[in-house]
């Protein structure tokens, strides 16, 4: 089950799923037709979340006052500037620890 597995996010299933009832391949053979991939390199999270904050210098102050509005800007900016293939709750614990540390 990709799903559980971690190697899909709730994205990718929903731009897969019409292939799935329709044609007859395995999942992993969509998931090699569509290209998809769920990032969760470290180093990778960690420029993206950088360029995000130093984007929106804010964020920083925004984060004291109301922490889960800020997590939630950050890991939605993150998610669009990687076209939705970071891993969400890698994401998420990454974001805290950059926060918590500034």
Do not use: W
Not at 4 to 10: A, E, F, P, Q, R
Not at 61 to 88: L, V, W
């Amino acid at each position: 089950n990709k799903k559980i597995d971690g190697s899909l996010t709730s994205k990718n299933i929903k731009n897969i799923l019409s292939d799935i009832m329709e044609l007859d391949l395995d999942v992993d053979s969509i998931i090699i037709k569509h290209d998809i991939k769920n990032i969760s390199d470290d180093s990778y999270i960690e420029k993206i979340i950088d360029e995000i904050v130093v984007e929106n210098p804010n964020i920083v102050e925004d984060y004291k006052s109301r922490p889960d509005r800020a997590i939630k800007f950050i890991i939605g900016q993150a998610m669009k500037k990687s076209c939705g293939q970071i891993d969400p709750k890698k994401t998420q614990e990454l974001v805290n620890i950059k926060l918590n540390n500034m």
